[in-house]
């Protein structure tokens, strides 16, 4: 019987302003949950300044690793939106004006003060043989090529693109995540953890300790894409931490 085979997605977020701490970042945490609804792991995170050489390396050294690749910011109206222009240098083809972007873009402005600005036109702007990505949030739709989708860089922007884009991605099976909390340090219950994770093939266990209430204890997170094996492995590590000493609190403390 052959593996099973994992889609893997990457993220290139770019931005100078998430760089100098400015901005906090939102997208790397909703873009892997909604590819994990997909069958699709978020397999690397990246994060680089607005230039257009950093842009165009991360972009060919991730769309070659990985399914999928997605990018978040820099396609917006000012001079500083690179995004588009690094990308069309990373496929060596040029830039140009999509039909069908300035069609939603004269829409959307037309009865908005300005109306459509040479600013707001550059949002039209993509590396030639894009498709669109759907924005039913702000009208400037996102950019598809090739593998590489080129989307917003504000969270709630990029929210709608990912909603528009549900069900249309090849995966796998989703991974499935069951959390066992216990009043246990870490350190006391390593050992029980690798050997529950090794006993178990096609399952991952992360462990992530706190301190609450002047006592430490840890959350432990059991993740297969099998959903029945995930289960079983969680109360397997109940038990284990029952005969420790630990009392096991299903969903987490």
Avoid: C
Wanted: charged share 20%; proline share 6%.
């Amino acid at each position: 019987m052959s593996e099973e085979r994992i889609w893997t997605a990457a993220l290139v977020v770019i931005g100078d302003e998430i760089l100098s701490g400015r901005t906090q970042d939102k997208n790397i945490a909703q873009i892997a949950l909604w590819l994990n609804d997909q069958g699709i792991r978020l397999a690397e995170a990246r994060v680089v300044p607005d230039m257009t050489e950093h842009i165009a390396s991360a972009v060919n050294e991730l769309r070659a690793a990985h399914d999928y690749l997605f990018t978040t910011g820099g396609i917006g109206p000012t001079h500083d939106d690179i995004t588009v222009d690094a990308i069309a240098e990373a496929f060596g083809v040029p830039v140009v004006e999509h039909p069908d972007a300035r069609k939603v873009l004269e829409g959307y402005y037309r009865e908005r003060p300005g109306g459509l600005t040479p600013a707001r036109l550059r949002m039209a702007r993509v590396p030639e043989g894009s498709e669109l990505l759907a924005n039913p949030s702000s009208g400037a739709p996102g950019i598809k090529i090739g593998n590489v989708f080129i989307m917003a860089g504000v969270p709630g922007i990029t929210a709608a693109m990912l909603a528009a884009m549900t069900g249309t991605l090849e995966g796998g099976r989703p991974v499935v995540s069951v959390t066992v909390g216990a009043r246990a340090p870490e350190s006391d219950v390593a050992d029980l953890l690798r050997e529950t994770e090794a006993a178990n093939p096609g399952v991952a266990i992360g462990s992530y300790p706190f301190f609450k209430e002047g006592r430490y204890g840890s959350n432990f997170v059991i993740r297969s894409a099998d959903g029945n094996l995930a289960r079983q492995t969680a109360q397997q590590l109940a038990e284990g931490l029952r005969q420790a000493g630990f009392d096991p609190v299903e969903g987490g403390l």
